[in-house]
Antibody
Framework: QVQLQESGPGLVKPSETLSLTCSVS????????WGWIRQPPGKGLEWIGH???????NYSPSLQSRVTILLEKSANQFSLKLTSVTAADTAIYYC?????????WGQGTLVTVSS | SYVLAQPPSVSVAPGETARITCGGD??????VFWYQQKAGQAPVLVIH???DRPSGIPERFSGSNAANTAALTISTVEAGDEADYYC?????????????FGGGTKLTV
């Protein structure tokens, strides 16, 4: 089973950029596709986007203007950047491995947007 | 943008069959996935491509997709099945796909 671990700041100021990294073990980011999904406290899941092993990306239409997902093959990681954050971006952020659906997930990391 | 409709909650007694629906325009033409999320945990994929189960998922979990409604059926429900369930569809885009999540259904056992 592939293991994933999110890392990054737990607190981001409004209008700044949220940056998270997902470290992968037991598998390679040169295979499959890799996604980010978030969940505001007490609410449902929201897909952010994913990146294929080729580097091709797809993003949620509602977030596309603010999102960038990158592969870092040498470190076996992938990353998320979300610009111009507001309180509405406060959520648990999950990274996940995709193979006909997201089969392996990180434990999630809470990111709070507040001054 | 594509919208999926799920009932907020479903309640069943242990041993009964639970059916959670997911409505969407022409959903039968799309691939449907189902995730189970227990309290405080990351989601788990229980059904992919309408009615395929990943390894380790009990046969009690099954899916269907026809006539604008997809459904997750859990037979002989157990207390441990209590969770939030999300349907997801793939929408083909730019040579890949985007994913659309339903609002989730809380299953109470």
């Amino acid at each position: 089973q592939v293991q994933l671990q999110e890392s990054g700041p737990g607190l981001v100021k409004p209008s700044e950029t949220l940056s998270l990294t997902c470290s992968v073990s037991g598998g390679s980011v040169s295979d499959d596709y890799w996604g980010w999904i978030r969940q505001p406290p007490g609410k449902g899941l929201e897909w952010i986007g994913h990146i294929y092993h080729s580097g091709r990306t797809n993003y949620s239409p509602s977030l596309q203007s603010r999102v960038t997902i990158l592969l870092e093959k040498s470190a076996n990681q992938f990353s998320l950047k979300l610009t111009s954050v507001t309180a509405a971006d406060t959520a648990i952020y999950y990274c996940a491995r995709g193979e006909d659906g997201y089969r392996d997930w990180g434990q999630g990391t809470l990111v709070t947007v507040s001054s | 943008s594509y919208v999926l409709a799920q009932p907020p909650s479903v309640s069943v007694a242990p041993g009964e069959t639970a059916r959670i629906t997911c409505g969407g325009d022409n959903i039968e033409s799309k691939s449907v996935f189902w995730y189970q999320q227990k309290a405080g945990q990351a989601p788990v994929l229980v059904i992919h491509h309408d009615n395929d189960r990943p390894s380790g998922i009990p046969e009690r979990f099954s899916g269907s997709n026809a006539a604008n409604t997809a459904a997750l059926t859990i037979s002989t429900v157990e207390a441990g099945d209590e969770a939030d369930y999300y349907c997801v569809v793939w929408d083909l885009s730019d040579g890949g796909h985007i994913e659309v999540f339903g609002g989730g259904t809380k299953l109470t056992v």
